[in-house]
């Protein structure tokens, strides 16, 4: 019984005792897990937009970049083994690009660039992308060849949010072969 | 135990914070360089486009004009809806179009004795080679460049050469113009068809020669024996002055063309020192021969000495006194032509027209036609100069002025390089016959060049 009793007490004041210490201790613990948290939390949350914001930009630029490409190799491709350049005349700029005794033809259709051959048209760029401004530009040469000058500025299509939509502004010149 | 198992969460956090940051850096960095070059690629695909514009310009340059291009620096620009090559002094002064500066370096070329590409040697004044860059600030500072080599453009422009009133326009010496199709050049001469060597024998003297149209008994032929004359059987001329002019006229038949020296042997039959003056086709030039006494001499004159040029026929010969003496006596004997073989002259030549290509130019090839029989040969050298007055330097494939250094292959050569660049050209043609039994015929001259 005294034993017991004892046993009793000094089981209730090792509780107390222990109740008094781990309150302090977890009150301060606690802050720290919040604070640590909520800093690690921000931290993931921005790297997410970021990482967001990068995949953006890179299925941006990488549209605009194929897209460029795809145009720089048809128009220059198409243009070099071209017979002739019926528009625009020599010195006029115009919007749209006629060869070979007019069968072939690259025009400016709701912001996309097309190609028709003989009735048969194509589109050149895919839907990520749209053409803000197409120019040709006929430059003479003289005992040369018919020499064209092109200038497009393509813009990509915002995929994520109203984010400020990337641009590519391209000039080259080509002449026939 | 309790402040043991707190101080050990605490280090386990801040390590896993740790790697936690390491590894978002990390992923950060992988971001950002991922981004940087995707925009470096970017920026490629466009500056690609804006050297590839910049060289169709340059061609488009050169095929306006070679003398549109020098040395130096320059970025293309449209002026007039033609590119135009706009000078600057350094790179910086490139032109810029958006984010990018453009320019391109125009350097002399130099080529070895084989023809090739090399840093010492003939400057290749037909070829360039171009350094042509782009550049851009944005991410990093980077430029894209490509070299060319730009040759003339084979315009394949032709001066050709044909008509009579094409050659005559030109210098001929011992040459002549005719106009049996549609005008041609040949060697002069051609009086003798088959000649057979000297005409003008001792013993043939009186065939080819006359004397004293005035009657007056200045020369005479004389028959003598064996050993009075000099080296023949029987006839020499004696030569009597009386204080006037003897002559010798040849007859109606001979042609000394093709011969360019008169050769006799003359003998003083005074005991002192005598001379005598010869002179042909009564021009007024005189040559004066000095014997010694009671001796046979070898005579021998260039006869463009005596008379006007070889290209006339020597129709007469004059003696007349020296110191005269009264009835000096001198006899001549054993009269030849040499310096040739007769019939044509040997080597005759044209010097063309000057050609004005309008400006600075390449001249590539020249080609002709010719009708060349047995033993007769046309060749060509050429200059091209930057005067009109010249200097005209004639050189043929070797680069040398001998007149065996010739283009000859009719259907074309290439013109000595580094000799072949200028404004005006002109071209020497030699007609050579070997025995002048023949003269070669030119037709017509072809030079192709390119501005």
Redesign the interface.
């Known amino acids: 019984m005294k034993n017991y009793n004892f046993s009793v007490i000094s089981h209730q004041s090792s509780v107390i005792s222990f109740r008094r210490r781990r309150v302090g201790f977890t009150l301060i613990e606690l802050l720290i897990y919040f604070g640590l948290f909520s800093i690690v939390t921000l931290i993931i949350t921005t790297l997410f937009f970021d990482i967001s914001r990068f995949w953006a930009f890179a299925q941006k630029t990488d549209a605009l970049q194929d897209n460029a490409r795809t145009i720089f190799t048809n128009l220059t491709q198409t243009i070099r083994s071209a017979q002739n350049v019926n528009s625009p005349q020599i010195g006029q700029t115009s919007s749209f690009l006629e060869l070979n005794n007019q069968t072939t033809k690259f025009y400016l259709e709701d912001k996309s660039l097309k190609r028709n051959d003989q009735g048969t048209i194509n589109g050149l760029i895919n839907n990520q992308v749209e053409i803000d401004n197409l120019e040709f530009t006929r430059i003479q040469n003289p005992d040369g060849k018919p020499t064209v000058q092109i200038k497009a500025t393509l813009k990509a299509k915002t995929i994520l949010g109203p984010e400020e939509p990337e641009t590519l502004n391209f000039q080259t010149t080509v002449s026939l072969r | 135990m309790?402040s043991k198992n707190?101080g050990q969460?605490?280090a386990e956090?801040l390590v896993a914070?740790g790697i936690?940051?390491i590894i978002?850096i990390a992923?950060?960095q992988l971001?950002a360089v991922?981004?940087q070059g995707?925009?470096f690629?970017?920026r490629e695909?466009?500056a690609t486009?804006?050297l590839?514009?910049q060289l169709?310009?340059l061609?488009?340059i050169r095929?306006?004009g070679w003398e549109k291009l020098a040395p130096g620096l320059y970025y293309p620009t449209?002026n007039?809806?033609?590119?135009n090559p706009k000078p600057i002094q350094s790179p910086e002064e490139a032109e810029q179009?958006?984010d990018y500066k453009r320019y391109l370096k125009i350097e002399k070329v130099y080529r070895d004795e084989a023809g090739n590409i090399a840093q010492e040697g003939i400057e290749d004044k037909s070829t360039y080679q171009v350094n042509s860059y782009v550049s851009w600030q944005k991410p990093r500072e980077r430029t894209i460049s490509a070299t060319t080599f730009l040759t003339r453009?084979r315009?394949n422009l032709t001066w050709v050469q044909t008509t009579k009133a094409d050659f005559d326009a030109g210098v001929l010496q011992y040459t002549e113009t005719t106009q049996v199709y549609d005008g041609e050049v040949q060697l002069q001469g051609g009086c003798q068809a088959n000649p057979q060597g000297p005409w003008i024998f001792d013993d043939a003297f009186q065939n080819t020669w006359d004397i004293h149209p005035s009657g007056r008994n200045d020369i005479k032929l004389v028959n003598r024996q064996q050993g009075q004359v000099y080296q023949g059987e029987k006839a020499l001329a004696i030569v009597n002055f009386h204080g006037a002019d003897s002559k010798l006229r040849n007859g109606e038949n001979i042609c000394t063309i093709g011969f360019s020296r008169i050769e006799f042997y003359a003998y003083n039959s005074a005991s002192i020192e005598q001379s005598f003056q010869i002179g042909g086709n009564w021009i007024g030039k005189f040559k004066e021969i000095t014997l010694s006494p009671q001796s046979w001499q070898l005579v021998s004159i260039p006869y463009e000495e005596i008379s006007g040029n070889n290209e006339e026929n020597l129709n007469f010969i004059f003696l007349k006194p020296g110191n005269y003496q009264p009835d000096t006596i001198f006899y001549l004997d054993n009269m030849t032509l040499s310096g040739g073989v007769g019939g044509y002259f040997q080597v005759g030549t044209l010097t063309s027209s000057i050609f004005d290509a309008g400006s600075s130019s390449s001249f590539n090839r020249i080609e002709f036609s010719a009708q060349t029989p047995q033993n007769t040969e046309v060749g060509f050298q050429a200059a091209a100069s930057d005067n009109p007055d010249g200097p005209w330097e004639f050189v043929g494939p070797q680069g040398t002025s001998l007149d065996t250094d010739l283009y000859k292959n009719p259907t074309g050569e290439g013109i000595f390089f580094g000799k072949n660049i200028g404004r005006y050209f002109r071209y020497k043609a030699f007609l050579k016959s070997f025995d002048g039994k023949n003269t070669p015929v030119l037709e017509d001259v072809t030079v192709n060049y390119s501005p």
């Open positions: 309790s707190k969460i605490l956090i914070l936690i940051s978002i992923v950060y971001f991922t981004s995707k925009e690629a970017s695909t466009q486009a804006l590839q514009e169709e310009a061609k488009s095929e306006q449209i007039g809806a033609i590119w179009i958006g453009f315009d």
